[in-house]
């Protein structure tokens, strides 16, 4: 029976439990993607360079 994030509050822990783990989920999502960038731009430029 979990929680469901259409209740304004859940049962227990702290009210603001689930914005926080929003916010750190996107948050982990935004770093996942610069990271997938970073390793990306960091890949073409070793290969230009190569070349």
Known sequence: ???S???PRPAR???TSSVAN???RRRVRTL???GL???VTVIIL???LAL
Do not use: K
């Open 32 to 34: 996942l993607i610069f």
């Open 22 to 24: 929003q916010h750190a």
């Open 37 to 39: 960038l970073f390793l």
């Open 5 to 7: 994030s259409s209740s």
């Open 46 to 48: 070793l290969i230009s």
């Open 13 to 15: 822990g702290r009210p």
């Open 1 to 3: 029976m979990s929680a």
